[in-house]
């Protein structure tokens, strides 16, 4: 039984389906292929920033050599470390905190007072991480009791508290006139006085932290955070505990924000209610912003620029309030997600726009071959 045969116009369509599966199949290959040989020159990338940025600051103090600027590298150490603890809340979480100074307080003058009670350094610090690591659990159960705005006025509260408490306890605190730190500790045995010395203890604890950070970003747990802070309800379906999730990340946000402040209290030696303001909590959550929350440097970024405008940009300008205000107003308007992801997406259009003019006479060479086989056929 013979079959009758098939039009010459649907032959012609079937091969034309089969070249353009084939055309898309070879596509999809092609990029898979690409992207397989980019993760490696990124994972290079990375390495060698990592590199160069880890020779940068063990050689800075002899780059730099001024006394001053050494101190204040250290000081963005400090608050680099402030601004990465609340990032893990905000960036990895979507928990927004404008009381992260109140671990300021408690660890810092539990640690002043400790030592003055007689306990040695360690001791001290960690007595004092240990208490604040608690104040942060016991905050976080009574902060996540609301999602959104009230979880924002309840942190503001309890920071409040915690300022209230530093300003009117005269006989403990002192007050408004702060209190003193007796002397930095000497960490086995090596002497940390000088601010060369004091640098490179600062950059070990950081380096340590930051580390832990980038392992906790990268855990199962990580991305269950991040889980909770896209899709909180699917979560919840799937099976996870959203808030205790969240309220674990309350905690390690305040462990490493309490490894700051004993950083912050050996740097000053020095502790009043003015530190642990509202507007230095404001300027922690602005750190993190600033440089951009959805990435793991960005609130380094922040941190250093904050504190340069601060320290030093202000002995140069008068109204330098106004020049930080204008640089957050000019990121926010045309980088939104922060300077750090602004400034990717930026590179990658340039590079997008460099390679699409590369293969322009590439193209016309190779659309030559495919349209004398297409007039072959």
């Known amino acids: 039984m013979t079959h009758p045969a098939a039009p010459a116009d649907q032959t012609s369509g079937q091969r034309s389906d089969s070249k353009m599966r084939a055309h898309g199949a070879s596509q999809g290959a092609h990029e898979r292929v690409g992207n397989a040989r980019l993760q490696p020159r990124a994972a290079a990338r990375a390495v060698a920033a990592l590199v160069v940025c880890?020779?940068?600051?063990?050689?800075?103090?002899?780059?730099?050599?001024?006394?001053?600027?050494?101190?204040?590298?250290?000081?963005?150490?400090?608050?680099?470390?402030?601004?990465?603890?609340?990032?893990?809340?905000?960036?990895?979480?979507?928990?927004?905190?404008?009381?992260?100074?109140?671990?300021?307080?408690?660890?810092?003058?539990?640690?002043?007072l400790a030592t003055i009670a007689g306990y040695n350094q360690l001791a001290a610090a960690a007595f004092a991480i240990v208490l604040a690591t608690a104040s942060a659990a016991f905050f976080g159960v009574l902060s996540l009791r609301a999602p959104g705005l009230g979880f924002i006025m309840i942190t503001l509260a309890l920071g409040q508290i915690v300022w209230g408490v530093a300003y009117r306890a005269n006989d403990l605190t002192g007050g408004d006139n702060g209190i003193r730190h007796p002397a930095r500790p000497m960490p086995f045995g090596i002497d940390i006085r000088d601010a060369p010395s004091f640098y490179y203890f600062t950059l070990i604890v950081f380096a340590i932290a930051l580390f832990c950070i980038w392992r906790f970003s990268r855990s199962p747990f990580g991305a269950s955070l991040m889980g909770t802070r896209d899709q909180p309800r699917r979560m919840r379906m799937l099976g996870h505990n959203v808030w205790l999730i969240r309220l674990l990340t309350f905690v390690m946000a305040g462990f490493w924000a309490s490894v700051a402040s004993i950083l912050y209290v050996y740097y000053n030696l020095f502790l009043s209610p003015h530190a642990i303001s509202l507007q230095q909590s404001a300027e922690i959550l602005l750190m993190a912003i600033l440089g951009g929350s959805s990435t793991l440097v960005g609130p380094i970024v922040g941190a250093t620029i904050i504190t340069l405008v601060k320290n030093v940009v202000s002995t140069y300008v008068e109204r330098w309030n106004t020049l930080l205000g204008l640089i957050f107003v000019l990121v926010i308007i045309f980088m939104?997600?922060?300077?750090?992801?602004?400034?990717?997406?930026?590179?990658?259009?340039?590079?997008?726009?460099?390679?699409?003019?590369?293969?322009?006479?590439?193209?016309?060479?190779?659309?030559?071959?495919?349209?004398?086989?297409?007039?072959?056929?």
């Open 54 to 112: 880890a020779a940068v600051l063990l050689i800075l103090p002899w780059v730099i050599g001024n006394e001053f600027y050494v101190n204040m590298a250290s000081q963005v150490l400090i608050y680099a470390l402030f601004a990465l603890s609340i990032n893990m809340m905000l960036g990895y979480g979507g928990m927004v905190s404008l009381g992260h100074a109140g671990y300021l307080g408690i660890a810092g003058y539990a640690c002043i």
């Open 336 to 377: 939104p997600y922060g300077l750090v992801p602004g400034c990717t997406q930026l590179w990658r259009r340039l590079r997008r726009r460099m390679t699409d003019r590369k293969p322009v006479g590439g193209a016309a060479s190779t659309s030559e071959p495919s349209a004398k086989a297409e007039s072959a056929e």
